[in-house]
């Protein structure tokens, strides 16, 4: 039962170190003053985007209206895929593999 419990232990900070030893192999940025832009990938399948503006400036409902994606490899070698918008609703998941209420 012991060598269970170390195996389990040794194969589970394998799996976080590969996701250290990962690189970034793309990163693009643009930051204005009212708005942003960025994507990043990197050597394990993550990838992600954003881009954010202000709304309604300058009044009492100003707010930052975000939507972006991020998807990445799973443990069964499936990508998973999650889209969202983030506003002064909330912040608003999207993805084929998170359930709906």
Do not use: C
């Not at 990938?41 to 709304?55: F, M, P």
């Not at 939507?67 to 999650?82: E, L, R």
């Amino acid at each position: 039962m012991k060598f269970v419990i170390v195996f389990v232990a040794l194969f589970a900070v394998a799996m976080a170190n590969s996701d250290q030893d990962a690189q970034i192999v793309r990163q693009d940025t643009n930051v204005e003053p009212l708005s942003y832009q960025y994507a990043q990938e990197t050597s394990n399948g993550i990838r992600s985007e954003e881009s954010g503006q202000v709304k309604n400036l300058g009044t009492e409902q100003e707010a930052i209206s975000v939507q972006g994606s991020y998807s990445y490899v799973g443990d069964d070698g499936q990508t998973y895929t999650v889209n969202y918008i983030a506003d002064e609703n909330g912040f608003q998941p999207q993805g084929a593999h998170i359930p709906v209420a």
